[in-house]
């Protein structure tokens, strides 16, 4: 479903990632750890459509994002440590505006659903500037998934999140049913990692260093491996 | 047509966001109508020399009110990270474009229809030229606006943004201000447009060769 081929990034001279391959099977839910400035959100910006790669490959749901991005656009939702919503519009102003951009048929019934979903229905006329960090944030997966889209990508989607938001942001993301998607998520949270994966893939010095399933995998070994790739840096 | 429906969907959220806070109109209007005051207590104005400082005047309130509202335009959405998330919707970007200057093209035309009156009245200027007037302030506006938009996406990115813009937007949009000017003059001192129609080819000219040209590089001054 997302396909990553020799994917090369860089900014002038600086080169971030070095040759990035990676894949996502479809209804896999892979998560991507990597120390700061390991690339984790270049390489999301660029399988988002976001950033073009200086070279390389990328496939999304069978489209060429070289060729077709307007096409892949419609298979991805994002859900970022930034909010990606408009401060001074209600929670409904939101999903109806993004809801035209992605011609989502019948938005008022979609829109009610997800609203539901995330525990917002109550607070749908109020402005995002007055909801709480943990709030936008659900507004924000209710966002990505308006569109329902086949691939999720979760760009440390916990940043910012106070332990008990963060720990309820699995509670959320599985209300709006992200679970049965192709899920590429970012984290530095080892332990989030490790549970929510299938599979977990180090990112570090802009190479995939390592990847493994989680049946092959405990908290202990991913602690080793992290630590023995980020000190060797 | 779904890219229209994706251009006024733009449009319409701009407007909501406005709507919600007032914080661009208000600043724009106060900024144009101190502009406009200042100019008429500063200059002693007799009846001969007020048909040659008022458009300038005028074209002064436009251009400066308008830079106002052609910074906020992406400033905001950029820092609010909003940005990202119309760059991550199935829209083609020359749609976001144009959602965006409609949107510049509307507050500053807003503010033009509420400060039109008062200029006329405060350089005690020939009402009826007004309906001529709003005219050539809206071509001129697009001309403006037009090149404003695609520079206030350029440089959003940028440290010094706020100052970047007006240096790198003036040089650009003189034909537009000094064509502006001429016709605004023209029409106060009730010379026939047919006269100064080589001023209104120009600003024509360059409204629709600037925007056509922004609409097709607005692409590339999204990528980062």
Do not use: C
């Amino acid at each position: 479903m997302i396909e990553v081929q020799s994917v090369i990034k860089a900014f002038g001279n600086r080169p971030i990632l070095k040759g990035v391959n990676l894949n996502v099977a479809g209804g896999e839910f892979l998560t991507l750890v990597g120390p700061n400035g390991a690339g984790k959100t270049t390489l999301m910006n660029i399988i988002s459509t976001l950033s073009r790669p200086t070279a390389g490959r990328v496939r999304v749901a069978g489209f060429d994002l070289a060729h077709d991005a307007l096409a892949a656009r419609r298979q991805i939702g994002m859900v970022s440590h930034k909010t990606l919503l408009y401060d001074d519009l209600s929670a409904g102003q939101n999903l109806r505006f993004f809801a035209r951009l992605y011609d989502v048929p019948d938005p008022q019934a979609r829109i009610e659903v997800l609203l539901r979903q995330v525990g917002l229905w109550g607070r749908r006329n109020d402005p995002v500037r007055t909801f709480s960090r943990g709030m936008q944030q659900r507004l924000a997966i209710a966002r990505a998934l308006l569109h329902d889209p086949p691939v999720v990508l979760l760009d440390e989607p916990d940043t910012g999140l106070d332990q008990h938001s963060a720990a309820s942001l699995g509670d959320w993301l599985g209300q709006a049913g992200v679970a049965r998607r192709t899920v590429l998520m970012t984290t530095h949270n080892l332990e989030r990692a490790l549970t929510w994966g299938h599979r977990v893939a180090i990112l570090a010095n802009g190479r995939i260093a390592f990847q493994a399933d989680r049946s092959e995998l405990n908290a202990d070994r991913l602690r080793a491996e992290y630590d023995r790739i980020v000190t060797r840096r | 047509m779904p890219y229209l429906r994706k251009v006024l969907a733009i449009v319409a959220k701009d407007i909501a966001a406005e709507l919600r806070t007032r914080e661009m109109l208000s600043s724009m209007f106060v900024f144009s109508l101190l502009v406009i005051l200042i100019f008429n207590f500063a200059f002693d104005l007799r009846a001969d020399n007020q048909a040659a400082l008022a458009p300038g005047v005028l074209w002064v309130a436009i251009t400066f009110a308008g830079m106002l509202g052609l910074s906020r335009s992406f400033i905001l959405e950029k820092d609010r990270g909003s940005i990202e998330g119309l760059l991550l919707a199935p829209v083609d970007r020359s749609a976001i474009y144009l959602g965006k200057l409609l949107g510049n093209v509307l507050f500053i035309a807003v503010v033009e229809m509420i400060i039109l009156p008062i200029f006329i009245i405060l350089f005690n200027l020939p009402a009826d030229a007004l309906p001529v007037l709003v005219g050539v302030t809206l071509l001129g506006t697009l001309g403006f606006a037009g090149v404003g938009t695609l520079f206030s996406a350029m440089v959003v990115h940028t440290r010094a943004r706020e100052v970047l813009l007006p240096v790198l937007l003036f040089p650009v949009v003189v034909p537009v201000m000094l064509s502006s000017v001429k016709l605004t003059a023209a029409i106060l001192d009730r010379v026939p447009l047919s006269e100064v129609q080589n001023w209104l080819s120009l600003l024509v000219a360059f409204d629709v060769i600037f925007m056509t040209l922004s609409f097709m590089l607005f692409d590339y001054v999204l990528e980062e």
